[in-house]
Nanobody, 123 residues
Framework: QVQLVESGGGSVQPGGSLRLSCAAS????????MSWVRQAPGKGREWVSD????????YYADSVKGRFTISKDNAKNTLYLQMNSLKPEDTALYYC????????????????WGQGTQVNVSS
């Protein structure tokens, strides 16, 4: 069955960096767009970034553009999110998701999610 397992979260000071990973199994990883979304306490899920099948096309929310980088290694069935210059407002539970179709810059079309990895940014 489809499994998505996130890791790499933690606590960091403002300005710091973290690299999230998402290990995928149970489906043809290279055939799907993949996404990162996040949910801050008391808020709904927010789309963060999308990446195309082979990784050549990437998309970012304005709030993270220039600071976050999404990538995928199809040989390792793994999705990544490099997060630099972290801000307190980046504090959230971060999820990776499998996207059906190619509609980007939205959480629509996501059919499987992981359990999430927590990111806390504070001084």
């Amino acid at each position: 069955q489809v499994q998505l397992v996130e890791s790499g979260g933690g606590s960091v000071q403002p300005g710091g960096s973290l690299r999230l990973s998402c290990a995928a199994s149970g489906f043809a990883f290279s055939s799907y767009y993949m996404s990162w979304v996040r949910q801050a306490p008391g808020k709904g899920r927010e789309w963060v970034s999308d990446i195309s099948w082979g990784g050549s096309s990437t998309y970012y929310a304005d709030s993270v553009k220039g600071r976050f980088t999404i990538s995928k290694d199809n040989a390792k069935n793994t999705l990544y999110l490099q997060m630099n210059s972290l801000k307190p407002e980046d504090t959230a539970l971060y999820y990776c998701g499998r996207k059906v179709g190619v509609r980007v810059e939205t959480t629509e079309g996501l059919d499987y999610w992981g359990q999430g990895t927590q990111v806390n940014v504070s001084s």
